[in-house]
Structures are given as C-alpha cells and as structure tokens.
T-cell receptor, first 111, second 113 residues
Framework: GEDVEQSLFLSVREGDSSVINCTYT??????LYWYKQEPGAGLQLLTY?????DMKQDQRLTVLLNKKDKHLSLRIADTQTGDSAIYFC???????????FGGGTRLMVKP | DAGVIQSPRHEVTEMGQEVTLRCKPI?????LFWYRQTMMRGLELLIY????????DSGMPEDRFSAKMPNASFSTLKIQPSEPRDSAVYFC???????????FGEGSRLTVL
C-alpha cells in the first residue's frame, strides 16, 4: 500500500524559513496535502496541491512537488512561534477520499 | 458553518467498561472517517463510511471495536470492553467527494485505567 514518510522533528529560529519534507510511494497519488495540528486540537488543512502542479504559493506557505522523485515540501517563510505545531503530509489517489498520512513533523520555533 | 463535532472531548474510564464516542459530520459531506492517534503509532485510519455505508474497516484493531453510521448526520465508535491500550485520541473527519478536503473534529481523548 501507499507509504508516506516525514522526518520527525525540525527546530528553527523565529523569522527564519522552515522547510518540511515528505516522500510518498504511490506514483498515482493525485492530491497531496499539508495539515497542521496544534496541541490538543484536530488536524487543520493548510494547503493542497494537485499532482499536475509543481508549485503552489499561499501567503507565507510554498508547496513544492517533485513528482519524479515523489517528494513534497512545505516552506514556511518568516516562521513565527505560532507556527509551532505538528505538520502532516498526506496523499490521495483518484478513487475515493481516503488519505494516507505521514507520521508528522514536529516544528519547534525558538524566539 | 459548524465543523465536525465530536463528543465527549475527554473520557476517563476503567478497564472493561464500554466506551461510546460520537461524531456529527459537516452537513452535506458524504464521507466519514474514524482515526486513532497515539504517540507510538501516529495517526491510524480505523474505518470509513461513504453515504452511511462502511467501506473499509480493515484498520479496526479487533472485535472489541465497532462503528455505526445510522444516518448522514451521526456516527458512533464503540469499544466494548475497553482496555488500557485503547487509550488514545480518536478523531472523526468528514469530506465531500467533490472537493476531497478532509475536515477533522477536535478529537475525543480516551484514557482507560
């Protein structure tokens, strides 16, 4: 089945850029997502990208997709302490709405 | 618009007791998912429904777990009997097949003593 991998932890200083990486195995993945989970809360959809795109920008967030390498990244510009959270990458194919989630990357932003 | 609503938010129970978790999906969504989140195993899909029909329950850990969706606006996840290893945060999520965005509830934190 589909497998989605992420590094466990990232620490950055406030004001720096953060880059969170993700790899997936299913080449037929059509939709790729980034979710954010703050402590004690559910997962919140941040952004998503279709597999026919290679970049999507939304304010401080930039998603890059390298379909050949099955690599997805999320760049957060000017990272703030409020960005501290767990970030999940997820993929979905064409059929159905089932998402496969990575293990999550805990982002810690130091003041 | 109200999001996905789960209850209870927190439940503490003793081993052997029955636990029922409840979920109200977003109106108009035709998919409903139950996930479990633990430190050790991360986010696991337990079961999902499409138009109130269970489609894939292969993630349900064992027969002690059951889920129902009697109508489009309500689902339950039941654990009977509960065990300490069932302690986790249980999330319900819903989506619309047209938009493919999964919306999560705030979760139900279950502690089994």
């Amino acid at each position: 089945g589909e497998d989605v991998e992420q590094s466990l932890f990232l620490s950055v200083r406030e004001g720096d850029s953060s880059v969170i990486n993700c790899t997936y195995t299913d080449s037929s993945s059509t939709y790729l997502y980034w979710y954010k989970q703050e402590p004690g809360a559910g997962l919140q959809l941040l952004t998503y990208i279709f597999s026919n795109m290679d970049m999507k920008q939304d304010q401080r967030l930039t998603v890059l997709l390298n379909k050949k390498d099955k690599h997805l990244s999320l760049r957060i510009a000017d990272t703030q302490t409020g960005d501290s959270a767990i970030y999940f990458c997820a993929s979905a194919g064409d059929a159905g709405n089932m998402l496969t989630f990575g293990g999550g990357t805990r982002l810690m932003v130091k003041p | 618009d109200a999001g996905v609503i789960q209850s209870p938010r927190h439940e503490v129970t003793e081993m052997g007791q029955e636990v029922t978790l409840r979920c109200k999906p977003i109106s108009g969504h035709d998919y409903l998912f139950w996930y479990r989140q633990t430190m050790m195993r991360g986010l696991e899909l337990l079961i999902y429904f499409n138009n109130n029909v269970p489609i894939d329950d292969s993630g349900m850990p064992e027969d002690r777990f059951s889920a129902k969706m009697p109508n489009a606006s309500f689902s339950t996840l039941k654990i009977q009997p509960s065990e300490p290893r069932d302690s986790a945060v249980y999330f319900c999520a819903s989506s619309n097949s047209a938009r493919r965005e999964l919306f999560f509830g705030e979760g139900s934190r279950l502690t089994v003593l």
